[in-house]
């Protein structure tokens, strides 16, 4: 069987995509992977729809430049205003984290009653409302949260004890008097906060679009065929800044050691490529 050695280009805002890095380096542990986080201009989850777009089309064409096979667009807030888009300017198969998370909780709620929580960007878009109801087979009920102060609890590594605690109640607590027996954790920064979502709402079906997006990714058809099925796959790690604490924030939603690390001037490349990127804006 053939195989092929180009690796996946995924991007983020910031180190968030790890989670969903983490998710592929188990899934397809044979793949390379270069992860782009665009650090310089995290959060995206609080900028327009406009500006999300134009970032996501630079990310992917920096990722273009590196000989990939596929993106995944590991950022819920790019994949809700940007995944179309990139998807019509770029020949390559591309994932986003919608279609996978949306699937993942249609199979797992007994009463489709299903609660999205995500970035103010993610849930103002209504992506992910979109798609539940699009494909959902008998009838589902929708709802729908903004967490904006989960990423920088994690952020902060507090992903648990006192004020993580109230934070989630502050967010979730109402939810727990409804029907709601599945939550799509609708953030890279999300998953990291299972445990405690768990334990203030025990019995709740939580998602995590990272798991899905990368059995998403290995089932597609695009992707049957060119597996690389040979070793032990490498990440490379390109940042367009270097983070303070980045490598501890870093190690933990990877789970395992970032080797392979470096800062690009994206400014620069950005308008250094300027002719090329002005035809996909
Ligand atoms: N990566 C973003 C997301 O998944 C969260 C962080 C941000 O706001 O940029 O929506």
């Known amino acids: 069987m053939s195989t092929d050695n180009r690796p996946i280009g995924v991007f983020d805002s910031g180190l968030g995509g790890l989670t969903v890095v983490c998710e592929l380096q188990k899934q397809l542990p044979g793949e390379n992977i270069i992860y782009f986080g665009d650090t310089a201009r995290v959060p995206y989850g609080t900028k327009s729809a406009k500006t999300v777009q134009k970032y996501a089309i630079e990310a992917s064409y920096l990722l273009t430049t590196h000989n990939i096979k596929a993106i995944v667009i590991a950022c819920n807030t790019a994949s809700a205003h940007a995944l179309k888009i990139v998807q019509s300017k770029f020949s390559i198969p591309v994932f986003g984290v919608i279609e996978p998370g949306v699937a993942a909780a249609l199979a797992q709620s007994k009463n489709k009653n299903v609660l999205i929580i995500g970035t103010s960007g993610t849930i103002k878009s209504e992506a992910y409302q ?34 993580a605690t109230q934070i989630i109640r ?44 990368a059995n998403a990714v290995k089932n597609s058809d695009s992707f049957e065929k060119s597996e690389n099925r040979n070793k ?15 490598l501890k924030i ?22 250094s490529h300027q002719s090329e990127m002005s035809k996909l804006y």
Request: hydrophobic share 40%.
């Open 130 to 163: 979109n798609r539940l109801s699009e494909v959902s087979e008998s009838e589902v009920t929708i709802w729908s949260q903004a967490c904006p102060l989960f990423v920088p609890l994690v952020e902060e590594g507090m992903l648990e004890g006192e004020i």
């Open 170 to 213: 502050f967010y979730l607590q109402r939810f727990q008097k409804t029907q709601v027996d599945t939550v799509i954790l609708g953030c890279t920064h999300y998953p990291l906060l299972k445990n405690s979502i768990a334990a203030i709402w025990p019995g709740v079906t939580l998602i995590d679009s990272g798991i899905a997006t």
């Open 232 to 246: 032990t796959g490498h990440t490379r790690y390109i940042l367009s800044d270097f983070a303070e604490n980045f």
């Open 250 to 271: 870093g190690q933990t939603f990877l789970g395992n050691e970032m080797h392979h690390l470096e800062v690009l001037d994206f400014e620069h490349f950005v308008v």
